[in-house]
């Protein structure tokens, strides 16, 4: 690792900002750039906003090479399921996160669902279809809840929890008529609802090695008490009590390690992030609901602000194959993000709402998620606009700051969640 770095962050979410928030903070790093950011990552320190799209591989390649960049890391998946790491080490350039039949295991459902059974890793039932007829039959012997999900990339929103057949009739039917989500949708995949709570395991690999990020609890629904339609997420907390030492290593033992030897086994190293979604049940057994071939968000927030290891040593010991080298340590503290949304998401909303107050947030980090510059101020430019995360010797101290600071911030028709590490909050006045 040269002495001085300069590196390329693709992407321009709350991830995005805390990925290369935290890259900047070594010293081996001169400079960061982000493509395209947001005004978060325009007024950060040692970090610059380039207006290139994450897809826009040759743009991201030309730029790499005439500035001499180190390391790009891809932040979302899309440009990962489409090969970009791939593209760039054509070009000879190094580039951080899982080849594009590594990210198979978020780019399709199906090919997980079958990948997870051949190696006997702990998941529900299923059954892909892409007929609505076929997809019909099967679906009057099942019980209700019934999980149907869009086989493909969806942001997200490619899942939905049928609470009847009827219902979960209609949302295969407009899923395969690609009504909703155009390609995502073109195969579906019915799964058997999972009892438990939900937690993210995120780990780096290197293919062979690797080491795990501290457990994580995100709420991907809309509103307190985890109801209302899911989003991309509400709210995140590190560590997740759900996952005790004894679950960590299940979690280890039966989920992680049999799916880097599978991928390995298959002829798809695994080198990336890689975000496994757990279902623990009562007894403490893990079941994979998904896998994510990057970071979540906004679970990456909570996650950097606890991280004590240089991450950008992290990933260039990972392209290395050196994790068995390294060592990764965390904050003993609770961090907690609140996300601050736009009025009517995850339905339509409004940008460009003026927002106020970020100068005056203490005892806080506000990371931008859907935000730009306009006219010298900051604006609203998404779904989820600002992840307010803030550290804690508790869970609810953590929360108490996270929220004040909250309160502190304002634009037309924010909305977010008040209850955000409920569940977590309960179990330290048990």
Known sequence: MGLVMKVLVTGGGGREHALAWRIAQ???????????????????EKLQNVSISP?????????AQSEKVDLTVVGPEDPLVAGCVDRFAEAGL??????KSAAQLEGSKSFTKAFL???????????????????DEYLDTQIPPIVIKADG????????IAQSIREAKSTVADMLSGNVLSGAGSRVVIEEFLEGEEASFII???????LPFATSQDHKAAYDGDTGPNTGGMGAYSPAPVVTAEVFSRTIDQVIKPTLQGMKDEGHPYTGFLYAGLMIDKEGRPRVIEYNCRFGDPETQ????RLQTELVSLMVAAIDGRLNETEISFDPRVALTVVMASGGYPGSYENGKVISGLREVEGAKVFHAGTTMKDGEVVTNGGRVLGVTALGSSVLEANEKAYAAVNQISFNGAEFRTDIGYRAIARENA
């Not at 690999?205 to 690797?210: M, S, T």
């Open 302 to 305: 909570p996650i950097m602000s």
């Open 55 to 63: 897809m826009d591989f040759d743009a991201l390649i030309e730029f």
């Open 153 to 160: 990339l969806a942001a997200g929103k490619g899942v939905v």
């Open 204 to 210: 780096i690999a290197d293919g062979e090695n690797f």
């Open 94 to 99: 190094r580039c951080f996160g899982p080849s």
């Open 117 to 135: 059974k051949k190696y006997g890793i702990p998941t529900g039932d299923y059954r892909a279809f892409d007929e609505i007829e076929a997809a």
């Open 26 to 44: 070594s010293s081996a790093v001169e400079k960061v750039f982000v493509a395209p950011g947001n005004a978060g990552t325009e007024l950060e």
